[in-house]
């Protein structure tokens, strides 16, 4: 019995995965390099060695047919799967380590530890992207991600629990000494303050002041932990952060945590990466070393504690 797929050439079953991905051919020339019209003959070629058509062809998209879509989940599956195989055989434990992380994590809890990393596996160089844009592990470059989420859950890929991404307040020691000697929740309502209404707000209603609402201003917004919590510093004022990613500024004194009242305490940051790579010798080395840095960290350790979880 003849082999099926002995006349259909590779190239053309990866041009058809890309355009069933991406619901456009225009799309899947640009991923590809190639040209549109190219892209339209492969599918067309592919659709007459099959017999069946795979796509329907609308003016602005291309939308898969029954027949199309149970070819495209087998397409896809193997894509991966031979994505995965070439990487794994190419990989001698050197090149590179893509990891893409949140740009607070990346910054204020990674990037310092970094050094440790390359000093124990000099043959793996790092590539990191802060980028805020969630990045496809299953089909785009980065090997590995840090995401924050409540589940950790995402298709295709496996996920470890790294720590809670639970926030709350965080000042200048001269910020709080400016609301007296004994200051409470209440006090900060008074104070001028750097982030979001929303968070602001979510923080006041942990701390049961949801009836009360705050009368200082907000001066400072940021996209980001990182730059409302440097604003803060900045110009002595109080910010919302976690605390373990601001856990090297509370131990200099350049910041306080006045109150043991979270918000987000359902959400953790997870290490993520493709589930049938995880042998891949670079994404296996990053993975038992960052687990070793999270159990080492104090700051990371009080809050698994504090949720009654223990480092994965």
């Known amino acids: 019995m003849s082999d099926?797929?002995?006349?259909?050439?590779?190239?053309?079953?990866?041009?058809?995965?890309a355009a069933a991905r991406l619901g456009s051919f225009t799309r899947a020339a640009e991923e590809l390099g190639m040209t549109q019209a190219a892209v339209s003959w492969q599918v067309k070629a592919l659709e007459r060695r099959l017999d069946q058509t795979l796509f329907r062809r609308l003016p602005r998209e291309v939308q898969l047919t029954a027949a199309g879509e149970r070819?495209?989940?087998?397409?896809?599956e193997a894509m991966t799967a031979l994505r995965s195989a070439i990487s794994d055989i190419s990989d001698s434990g050197a090149g590179v380590l893509a990891i893409t992380a949140l740009q607070t994590f990346a910054t204020q809890w990674l990037a310092p530890r970094l050094g440790a990393f390359q000093v124990s596996h000099p043959e793996i160089a790092v590539r990191l992207n802060s980028d805020a844009r969630l990045i496809d592990l299953m089909r785009e470059e980065a090997d590995v991600g840090i995401r924050s989420s409540r589940?950790?859950?995402?298709?295709?890929l496996?996920?470890?629990?790294?720590?809670?991404?639970?926030?709350?307040v965080l000042a200048t020691p001269a910020a709080m000494a400016a609301l007296?000697?004994?200051?409470?929740?209440?006090?900060?309502?008074?104070a001028s303050r750097v982030g979001s209404e929303a968070e602001w707000n979510a923080w006041f209603c942990a701390a049961g002041l949801a009836d009360s609402p705050p009368n200082g201003s907000i001066r400072i917004m940021g996209d980001t932990q990182v730059l409302e919590?440097?604003?803060?510093m900045a110009n002595g004022t109080a910010a919302i952060g976690s605390p373990v990613m601001f856990a090297a500024d509370i131990a200099a004194g350049r910041l306080v945590q006045p109150f043991e009242i979270y918000i987000g305490d359902e959400g953790g940051y997870w290490l993520a990466y493709?589930?049938?790579?995880?042998?891949?010798?670079k994404i296996a080395a990053f993975r038992a070393w960052l687990l070793d840095h999270?159990?080492?960290d104090p700051a990371a350790r009080r809050q698994l504690a504090r949720r009654g979880a223990e480092p994965a």
């Open 158 to 168: 496996e996920s470890i629990y790294l720590f809670p991404s639970n926030q709350t």
């Open 4 to 17: 099926p797929l002995a006349t259909i050439p590779l190239s053309a079953i990866r041009v058809f995965e």
């Open 229 to 232: 919590v440097a604003a803060a």
């Open 294 to 296: 999270v159990q080492a």
């Open 180 to 190: 007296g000697p004994s200051p409470t929740p209440a006090d900060l309502q008074k």
């Open 151 to 156: 589940h950790g859950s995402w298709p295709g």
């Open 71 to 76: 070819l495209a989940r087998a397409a896809a």
């Open 274 to 281: 493709p589930a049938d790579r995880r042998r891949t010798r």
